[in-house]
């Protein structure tokens, strides 16, 4: 069973807009966060935002302003609206899900950290 499933992503104009969404197991626990990871070639893996069950959220400073998360608890799924898309925007962005989401940069690359539910990663691309 795959634990998180994303779908959108894709490639945009700077200053458009994408929708990421994750859709988790069933086995997932509820009260777990879930949120999205991204990590560019070269690049630490970042946490770019995540909501809780609480409805609390966490955003990048870079992306402050510009990307919402929203969450739908009974179905399990979380979404990220992302606007004012930057180049610097530019990576591989993950799903991820766990009883807490924390900076993991200098761990390796994203879907390395133990314990963690993690999507499969979708290409997000932004030109200028």
């Known amino acids: 069973e795959v634990p998180l499933v994303e779908s959108g992503g894709g490639s945009v104009r700077a200053g458009g807009s994408l929708k990421l969404s994750c859709s988790a197991s069933?086995?997932?626990?509820?009260?777990?966060?879930m949120g999205w990871y991204r990590q560019a070639p070269g690049n630490e893996c970042e946490l770019v935002s995540f909501?809780?069950?609480?409805?609390?959220?966490y955003f990048l400073e870079d992306v402050e302003g510009r990307f919402t998360i929203s969450r739908e608890d009974v179905k399990k799924r979380v979404h990220l609206q992302m606007n004012k898309l930057k180049a610097e925007d530019t990576a591989v962005y993950y799903c991820?899900?766990?009883?807490?989401?924390?900076?993991?940069?200098?761990?390796?690359?994203?879907?390395?950290?133990?314990?963690?539910?993690w999507g499969q990663g979708t290409q997000v691309t932004v030109s200028t």
């Open positions: 991820a899900a766990a009883v807490t989401l924390t900076d993991i940069q200098g761990e390796g690359i994203c879907p390395a950290k133990n314990g963690y539910y």
């Open positions: 069933e086995s997932m626990p509820a009260h777990w966060e």
């Open positions: 909501m809780g069950a609480d409805g609390s959220t």
